[in-house]
């Protein structure tokens, strides 16, 4: 029996990519007793509700995470929040950077502290790799958001009531903020922009980053940052695996777009220990930590660790590429 049999899971921004995988794969493999979908656009909703075939498990509220008051009643009664929501795109932040603050940052404390205030035995948010050391304005709402979750474990009460957690993962193929459809596309033409032949990305596949999230309720304590030991590749490689005919044009690096990303920083490696999957980063400003030695075969990471996506010894080939982009087809 899975953590999320017989209960009801509620999903901010649950009808963008992640949140659509996510629900799909609850549905096909669990036995939740409902499952809401939280996010702004009907018209979304209303796609999804047909997608899943009017599915008497699922339940759409239409609603902004901005709203403290509508996200406080959107989660009563919920077992399991899992925080998708966000501005996610590095130029509409960049260019609309108080709104990015309002989604990002405020949204985060609305749903911290409707968990708080509902007793939400688990959340876990949903982060990205331009969290660490960030250096454009997604980044760092997202540092923001990250800090946010870990540290509300320090307002949960002598019961204990509520954990909150945080994964952290890469680019993801398939969804649509990826920069694989824009490949594609650019394909038909017979040229690609790249905006440098050096930059690295990690990839992970949106049934990766779902079996992520929902591994990590499972296991969670709370205070942890979950981190996915996932591939690296270069972004002109990724171009000449899509279009192999098609010449690349290099266009230049964009404000706020680093040349490599970083998964964990230096600081952060301090308190690191690796799993089998993944690693699990602990908070040195938590008074109460996560018990290491409740995860399987849990292994202290050496002084200097640091996750880099240009020094990951796990890189992914051509042909392991065009496997991924199949099977991200089939489905």
Not at 61 to 84: F, M, N, Y
Not at 163 to 173: C, K
């Amino acid at each position: 029996m899975s953590i999320i049999d017989g209960k009801t899971v509620l999903i901010t921004g649950g009808t963008g990519s992640f949140g659509k995988a996510c629900v799909r794969q609850i549905l096909v493999k669990h036995k939740p007793k409902a499952v809401r979908i939280f996010s702004r656009d009907e018209l979304k909703q209303w796609d999804m509700r047909r997608e899943f075939n009017d599915d008497p498990r699922l339940r759409f509220l239409i609603g902004d995470v901005r709203d403290a008051s509508r996200v406080r009643r959107a989660t009563e009664g919920v077992d399991i929040l899992i925080h998708a929501a966000a501005m996610k795109q590095v130029p509409a932040c960049e260019y609309n950077p108080m709104e990015a603050i309002k989604t990002n940052v405020d949204g985060a404390m609305n749903v911290i502290n409707a968990a708080l205030d509902n007793n939400i035995p688990r959340v876990i948010a949903l982060s990205t790799d331009k969290a660490a050391s960030p250096v454009n304005l997604y980044g760092a709402t997202k540092l923001c958001s990250d800090r946010l979750f870990i540290q509300s474990n320090e307002y949960r009460g002598p019961k204990r009531d509520t954990m909150f957690s945080v994964v952290r993962y890469g680019n993801v193929m398939g969804s649509r903020g990826s920069v694989i459809p824009l490949f594609r596309k650019q394909k038909e033409k017979g040229e690609l922009t790249i905006t440098h032949e050096e930059m690295t990305r990690f990839w992970i596949t949106l049934p990766q980053a779902v079996d992520l999230v929902l591994s990590s309720l499972e296991v969670m304590q709370g205070g942890e940052l979950f981190v996915p030991k996932i591939p690296t590749m270069k972004i002109v490689d990724l171009a000449k695996t899509i279009a192999p005919e098609a010449t690349c044009r290099v266009v230049g690096i964009r404000p706020g777009e680093k040349m490599h990303e970083c998964l964990i920083t230096q600081e952060e490696g301090r308190l690191a220990y690796e799993l089998a999957d993944r690693y699990v980063v602990l908070s040195p400003s938590l008074s109460d930590m996560p018990d290491i030695k409740k995860y399987k075969k849990a292994k202290k990471l050496p002084e200097g660790f640091e996750y880099h996506s240009h020094t990951n010894d796990k890189t992914l080939s051509p042909k392991e590429m065009s496997k991924l982009l199949a099977e991200i087809d089939a489905h």
